[in-house]
């Protein structure tokens, strides 16, 4: 299975060094979504930072980005469990 | 000679904390043992056999779901012990305990532990107190897990583990903090990457070093500190 990689930006970039290996992009579409809930948990802040202002980037194992979507897009859920 | 060779049983608190006497009288019970991450030492319904007291390496304990799914509910190291209950009569285990942190265990039979507590009151009431203190970690963990925010339950269950196993260093692989933590390990790797970005931790592979302890407990939720293994005893008037 390919490779896919979840990076969070705003000015800088906070790298998902180890990727993940999933069948094809609709399977890293929907866990891109499920760990951007599980990131924004119940509040909007993480470290004193708004979540708000990132958005994740899906690349593949070529380096190409296949898609991206504000953090804000994502509905906070409970605590992402 | 290698570090871990010079542990023995007074590196676990309560071992530390049973009379000197008795511990002398059953220390030919005990066998030390080393145990790797991964190994299950007793699955749900399993009777408890054997009582483990780690001396360096850290027992987790998970509660497992009809879809197999296993999501921690504890974690014992050098302050405690599992299946100590099991020396007031014959227990089975609710949960399943695996050895999260590679180690040395101090081990006895339930049954030759038993027999030494006769006549020893002392020993039958520390049972009794640190069940309190893991009824105690087991309330506070409960709301922590429904209410507190990822990334500072992540601070302060590294914190926790630093304790349990006595160390800054702590090999923990991404998948074993998603387990626990029950989340992807995508998020693991991209909360422990902010976490590095603000120099609070520096993670690699496997491995996670704590530099600044303070800076991450700057980052932890307060139950960090509710339930810090050195004061909670003393919080509950509980004394070792």
Known sequence: ?81 | MDVSSRLSHLDNRLLAALPPPLLERIQHDFKQIGLLQGHAIYEPGDQIDQIYFPQSGMISLLVVGKDGGAVETATIGREGAVGLHSALGKRVSFTRATIQISGKFSVIRAAAFTQSLQGHAAVRDLITRYTEVLWTEAQQIAACNAVHEGPARLCRWLLQTADRIGSNQLPLTQELISQMMSVRRTTVTLLAQSLQRKGVIKYARGHIVIPDREHLEHCACECYAVMQQEKLPLKLGVRF
């Open chain 1, 1 to 81: 299975m390919p490779m896919y990689y979840f990076h969070l930006r705003n000015q800088d970039t906070i790298e998902d060094v180890d990727g993940t290996e999933l069948a094809d992009t609709n399977a890293a579409r929907a866990h891109a979504e499920v760990v951007a809930k599980e990131l924004k948990f119940e509040s909007d802040t993480f470290l004193d930072e708004e979540w708000s202002r990132w958005s994740m980037h899906v690349y593949d194992d070529g380096g190409q980005e296949l898609f991206s979507f504000p953090m804000s897009y994502v509905k906070s859920d409970g605590n992402g469990s």
